[in-house]
């Protein structure tokens, strides 16, 4: 069965800082890897998503995330953080095995100082 | 208008009460989901479906029953509402690829007093 864990429920950055949200997955096959974002009341967005082929990926808003075999990981990162990028951040993996199921880890919440 | 939403977005019922979430999608996409979002668990699978009347459960389904005659609808009853069940849920759908992003609703807050 998948899971995902993100290490650290809350991160703290300046405006201008690295943003970096880590996850980690667990997956007997070959994993699609997603993250996602949920502003205040709304619903969940894509921000970038792994399937085959550059291990790099690049998403909207400046994000990116690397899939990391060997560390089971995909964490995501952004050079200088904006106040606009406070939000919770969610790392999600779909395995090919009992359904097209996304499964979700628990959430990491952004919040950007001044 | 294209997309997914859910109604009502706001619901507070009593306990034992029966309530239904209503989930509409325009893009006949094959896969439809339901999520609980509780502080410090995410978001929890409760039922998923296939296509229309093909549903199963997901990691957790007691105190709800789902139904899909249409392809485009997947209403969530709560059969006798507890407190336990006071959430804000997400409905979603994707295609029946592998590499495609589930789309989510705005949600409903559920209060069960």
């Known amino acids: 069965a998948q899971s995902v864990t993100q290490l650290g429920s809350h991160v703290s950055v300046s405006e201008g800082a690295l943003v970096l949200l880590r996850c980690n997955y667990s997956s007997s096959v070959p994993p699609y890897l997603f993250w996602y974002v949920q502003y205040p009341n709304q619903g969940l967005q894509l921000l970038l998503k792994y399937t085959t082929g550059a291990t790099l990926v690049k998403g909207i808003n400046g994000f990116e995330a690397e899939f990391k075999k060997s560390e089971t990981s995909f964490h995501l990162t952004k050079p200088s953080a904006h106040m606009s990028d406070a939000a919770e951040y969610f790392c999600?993996?779909?395995?090919?095995?009992?359904?097209?199921?996304?499964?979700f880890g628990a959430g990491t919440r952004l919040f950007v100082k001044a | 208008d294209a997309g997914i939403t859910q109604s009502p977005r706001y619901k507070i019922t009593e306990t034992g009460r029966q309530v239904t979430l209503m989930c509409h999608q325009t893009?006949?996409?094959?896969?439809m989901f339901w999520y609980r979002q509780d502080l410090g668990h995410g978001l929890r699978l409760i039922y998923y479906s296939a296509a229309a009347d093909i549903t199963d459960k997901g990691e957790v389904p007691d105190g709800y029953v789902v139904s899909r005659s249409k392809t485009e609808n997947f209403p969530l009853t709560l059969e006798s509402a507890t407190r336990s069940q006071t959430s804000v849920y997400f409905c979603a759908s994707s295609d029946e690829q592998l590499n495609t992003e589930a789309f989510f609703g705005q949600g409903t807050r559920l209060t069960v007093v």
């Open positions: 999600a993996v779909i395995g090919n095995t009992g359904g097209f199921k996304t499964i």
């Open positions: 893009w006949s996409h094959s896969y």
